[in-house]
């Protein structure tokens, strides 16, 4: 099994920065990607940032040149470094791990971006 835990939401004004983190552990060999996606209330899940294997990295349009994503293998741990925040980020934001074909979800942390 694979458990992920996340780290780092917050209330944030708009302009200010949020790092989330993402511990991974269990059977987490094979990993294909990992990665962030957000839910906000009444809308549906939408992919962020993600990252593969092999270091590439996908962004969500409405957050290229705000967020970073980045990994630290050693650690089984995903950041995402969020600056420039604004009030449209406010969602839950849930970690993921792909691996096999199958995905793997945290628990969500919030992200409230208000003045």
């Known amino acids: 099994q694979v458990q992920l835990v996340e780290s780092g939401g917050g209330l944030v004004q708009p302009g200010g920065s949020l790092r989330l983190s993402c511990a991974a552990s269990?059977?987490?060999?094979?990993?294909?990607?990992m990665g962030w996606y957000r839910q906000a209330p009444g809308k549906q899940r939408e992919l962020v940032a993600r990252?593969?294997?092999?270091?590439?990295?996908n962004y969500a349009d409405s957050v290229k040149g705000r967020f970073t994503i980045s990994e630290d293998s050693a650690k089984d741990t995903v950041y995402l470094q969020m600056n420039s925040l604004k009030p449209e980020d406010t969602a839950v934001y849930y970690c993921?791990?792909?691996?096999?074909?199958?995905?793997?979800w945290g628990q969500g942390t919030q992200v409230t971006v208000s003045s």
């Open positions: 269990g059977t987490i060999f094979g990993i294909d990607a």
């Open positions: 990252i593969s294997s092999g270091g590439s990295t």
């Open positions: 993921y791990l792909r691996r096999f074909g199958e995905n793997y």
